[in-house]
């Protein structure tokens, strides 16, 4: 009777925690409201697969992917910039403030042949909001072939500085 009542409190216990499953960014699911973040996000621009290549890199073509979740407002990117894994900045990728609009995205590749950024390069995304808006999603997806072998994945940004909207 005792294990009968721990296994179905176990199974409650269970039930409940997928239920309140953490989202994507490690907090419950609610939708926060920002003004503004600063982003910080893994990109790889090679990695090092088996001994078969040694110890030179296979290198990969990396998409940074920008997506306003918001229905009803524009957010602003007013940073774009690239970094090698040292920290040094390679490149800035926006020239002026761009409006991404509602459920809107952008996109911005980094070329196979670009070997400065190494296997610790990311991106710094910046973005601002006259209203309030919800989280925009910010990754990079990179994928490579070598021969016959071909990899693929995505790294998710993660906010390291931010201006939220209380509800």
Known sequence: ????????????????SCWLKPDAYG?????????????????????????????????????????????????????VDFYDSEGNLIKHYLKAPLSIQPLGSMQYIVHESENQGGSGAKFLVSWKTKKDATQPIIESISIGTKMQQGISFISRGIVIKGESIEE
């Not at 009777?1 to 409940?16: D, E, P, Y």
């Open 27 to 79: 907090g419950m699911t609610n939708l926060a409201r920002w003004t503004g973040q600063l982003v910080y996000v893994p990109l790889y621009s090679h990695i090092y697969a088996d001994k078969r290549y040694g110890d030179k890199p296979f290198l990969l073509t990396a998409t940074l992917s920008i997506r306003n979740t918001d229905p009803e407002n524009a957010i602003t990117l007013h940073q």
């Open 1 to 16: 009777m005792i294990l009968s009542f721990q296994r179905t409190c176990l199974f409650f216990l269970l039930i409940l």
